[in-house]
């Protein structure tokens, strides 16, 4: 059932399911909580409290907002945990996981732990023999295309080069939702304002997180020529021994949509350790 909370700004949908220690989910840009349909259920079976949110402008949040940035993204983000009565495991994808590393570094005592799936958390640079890799050089036209042009043709075409290889067996059912949301008044705003924010506020903070983070990567996300350098930068970034990289070997920008049996056997098997290590 959908529940919405007032923060400053505007109205942000979320759904609660299971009880137990919180795990809040954040999607990506043109997405929204329904990205999270396969990791649910199992995180309440494992006995989690589970909150997966709508981010500002997306799924079925309020669509005018003042700024589209990872710090404000993290704003709602903990603004919500403290509604849920956190702290919180905070789980974020692409935009939201370097939100979620600003909501760590903010406010340590409302995030346990963090998640960062397929994240865009410090500045990024394109190289001309970056663009000479297919699918790097498809991913990126093709977002270019979305967002310049605003263009939800473009941003299908996207997704199908950021699934990789077999689509899950929902595909067609996920493909019909963005679509339909996507064409929404105010959703391809919202998704052309992320994607002009700079992921350096995110990068900045990397050095202030003092909670453990998981960061999960596709081996062929074409959003980067190099998926598992840049995770391993992120954690680099991070205070020494706070990180940790997994790579999801045929896993494209999706990983826990594509591979939600694997991003969920690493994501449990990170909270035991990190519950052991407490």
């Known amino acids: 059932m959908t529940e919405y909370l007032a923060v400053d700004g505007g ?25 999270y349909r396969a990791l649910i259920p199992p995180l309440v079976a494992a006995g989690h409290r589970v909150a997966a949110v709508d981010l500002r402008g997306c799924g079925e949040s309020s669509t005018e907002w003042p700024a589209w940035s990872r710090t404000a993204i993290a704003g709602d983000l903990l603004a919500l945990i403290r509604h849920l009565g956190g702290p919180a495991v905070l789980v974020g994808h692409s935009i939201s996981g370097g939100a979620a590393t600003i909501a760590a570094a903010q406010e340590p005592s409302l995030v346990t732990s963090v998640v960062e799936l397929a994240p865009f958390t410090r500045k990024q640079s394109v190289s001309l ?8 050089r498809q991913g990126m036209l093709r977002l270019l295309g979305a967002g310049v ?24 059912e996920r493909l019909g939702r963005i679509d339909t949301l996507m064409r929404e008044p105010g959703r391809m705003k919202a998704m052309q304002g992320m994607g002009r924010s700079a992921p350096t506020d995110a990068g900045a903070q990397l050095g202030n997180v003092r909670c453990p983070v998981l960061v999960v990567m596709g081996t062929l996300d074409p959003d980067w020529a190099d998926p598992h350098a840049e995770g391993s930068a992120i954690v680099g970034d991070l205070p020494a021994g706070l990180g940790r990289l997994e790579m999801i070997e045929g896993a494209g920008h999706y990983p826990h949509d594509q591979f939600p049996d694997e991003v969920l056997s690493l994501v449990l098997d990170f909270l035991r350790t990190d519950t052991a290590r407490a």
């Open 129 to 136: 023999g970056d663009l000479r890799l297919k699918r790097y």
């Open 149 to 172: 042009f605003g263009s939800v043709r473009q941003w299908r075409a996207y997704l199908d080069v950021a699934y990789p290889g077999a689509k899950p067996a929902h595909w067609a």
């Open 11 to 35: 109205t942000i949908a979320y759904e609660v399911a299971g009880s137990g220690p919180l795990i809040v989910l954040a999607h990506g840009m043109g997405d929204s909580r329904a990205a």
